[in-house]
């Protein structure tokens, strides 16, 4: 697809622009209905149209939208109170998108680190990691494609691969600029790919003997999206630092960074901040979202039809050859084949699904938390088939 003029060339879109949303559902301006299994990347946690969510946002609209972190603002401390209770830490920071909590996080690091005498702090990062696309965040991350173009990129990164404890204790022992490890729960973009809970606990006791602050991007998996409020949260741990962002507030850009003890307390005025992070109109969006999480039930809704969809699809693709793994937690399921299957998407759309594929191979669902045994019904007699046929044209062409 050429870009659309006058933006900037920076997606290949599919030809569809949505004009509204429905709960589960999303309608494109020429009327058409298209089941949501993507929620704008784990972003509309409540889906479209949510009736609370949109009565809270219009009422605070006519009140106040921004006012400045230089004045006191109340929600913000509401939203922080409500998620140092669910997380189990002590303090918050409210900025806007996920890299810009993942900033803040590695700025928390390096003056760790540097509180503690360490004149090159260094941060353990994951391969196949994504943190964003900032020219620090973008360095953490473990992808050439995201880097490709962009160096010098900032250094400071040691990089292991996921769930490899071996790995991480090398470097404990041979590099004594380590201050942090920062880590996705279930890494996103990188194909769905989950911490063990074993292996968070080791990272957590490694961390604890060495000093290092164990920071979790639970960007994309945090916020119920896996059943849990964090997806950490079924390895037992508590981490000192967590960026959160993408569905937050349901789909108004909000970012937050959670810390704890001596991380928590690293920041004083001057050292960091944002003009509009912590607005009152997302403050209000992630208080309601909250809200509408806790009386709708919607993390048990998460678990429960997230093992419908995952046990459907094993069970509807089973003896398929090309069907590698069906993974994931909660509504963050990922498919994976053994070939590229990008087409997927705009075939998926033409069936009347939206959904994505990441890491090149990987089938991606994040619906929204509200999706119900209906939705999960019609997603699965639409995508088995559509995943089938698709695997089975390769193996037809191979023969
Ligand atoms: C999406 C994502 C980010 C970046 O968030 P933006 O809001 O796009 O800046 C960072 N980390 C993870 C794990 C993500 O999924």
């Given at each position: 697809m050429p870009a659309t003029q006058p933006l900037m060339n920076t997606y290949a879109r599919q030809p569809v622009a949505f004009s509204h949303g429905d709960g589960a559902w999303l309608y494109d301006t020429a009327g058409r209905r298209y089941l949501d299994c993507l929620a704008g990347i784990a972003v509309n946690t409540l889906g479209h149209n949510h009736p609370k969510l949109v009565a809270?946002?219009?009422?605070?609209?006519?009140?106040?939208?921004?006012?400045?972190?230089?004045?006191?603002?109340?929600?913000?401390?509401?939203?922080?109170?409500?998620?140092?209770?669910?997380?189990g830490m002590t303090n918050v920071f409210f900025?806007?998108?996920?890299?810009?909590?993942?900033?803040?996080?590695?700025?928390?690091?390096?003056?760790?680190?540097?509180?503690?005498g360490v004149a090159l702090p260094e941060v353990v990062v994951c391969e196949?990691?994504?943190?964003?696309?900032?020219?620090a965040t973008l360095s953490a991350t473990g992808n050439a494609k995201v880097q490709a173009g962009f160096e010098p990129l900032v250094e400071g990164f040691v990089r292991v691969p996921l769930n490899d404890l071996a790995a991480l204790e090398r470097v404990a022992a041979e590099r004594p600029g380590v201050v942090a490890v920062f880590l996705e729960a279930i890494q996103g973009e990188g194909g769905i790919q989950p911490a063990r809970a074993d292996y968070l606990r080791a990272v957590r006791r490694l961390c604890d003997e060495r000093g290092w602050l164990l920071m979790i991007d639970e960007v994309q998996c945090g916020t119920g999206r896996t059943g849990k409020w964090f997806a950490h949260q079924r390895a037992g741990i508590v981490p000192d630092v967590m960026p959160?962002?993408?569905g937050l507030a349901?789909?108004?850009?909000?970012?937050?960074?959670?810390?704890?003890?001596?991380a928590a307390e690293v920041f004083q005025?001057?050292?960091?901040?944002?003009?509009?992070?912590g607005n009152p109109l997302a403050m209000r969006a992630g208080l309601v979202t909250i809200d509408a999480m806790e009386e709708e039930g919607l993390l048990a809704n998460a678990s429960r039809?997230?093992?419908?969809?995952?046990?459907?699809?094993?069970?509807?693709?089973?003896?398929?050859?090309?069907?590698?793994?069906?993974?994931?937690q909660g509504l963050m399921i990922g498919i994976?084949?053994?070939?590229?299957?990008?087409?997927?998407?705009?075939?998926?759309?033409?069936?009347?699904?939206?959904?994505?594929?990441?890491?090149?191979r990987v089938v991606r669902l994040l619906p929204p938390l509200i999706f119900d045994d209906g939705h999960a019904g019609q997603l699965l007699d639409t995508l088995v088939p559509l995943i089938r046929r698709f695997l089975e044209e390769g193996a037809a062409r191979a023969a």
């Open positions: 809270a946002l219009r009422e605070q609209v006519a009140r106040i939208i921004h006012s400045s972190n230089l004045f006191e603002v109340p929600l913000q401390t509401q939203l922080g109170a409500k998620l140092v209770e669910l997380s900025c806007n998108s996920g890299l810009e909590a993942n900033e803040a996080a590695l700025k928390i690091a390096r003056k760790y680190g540097h509180a503690r196949r990691a994504f943190h964003g696309r900032s020219i959160l962002a993408k349901s789909g108004v850009p909000i970012g937050a960074v959670v810390a704890r003890g001596a005025p001057g050292n960091h901040g944002t003009t509009f992070g039809i997230g093992e419908l969809i995952m046990s459907g699809v094993r069970s509807g693709l089973a003896g398929t050859p090309g069907l590698v793994e069906v993974r994931g994976e084949l053994d070939r590229p299957c990008g087409v997927l998407v705009a075939r998926a759309l033409e069936a009347g699904l939206v959904l994505n594929v990441t890491a090149e």
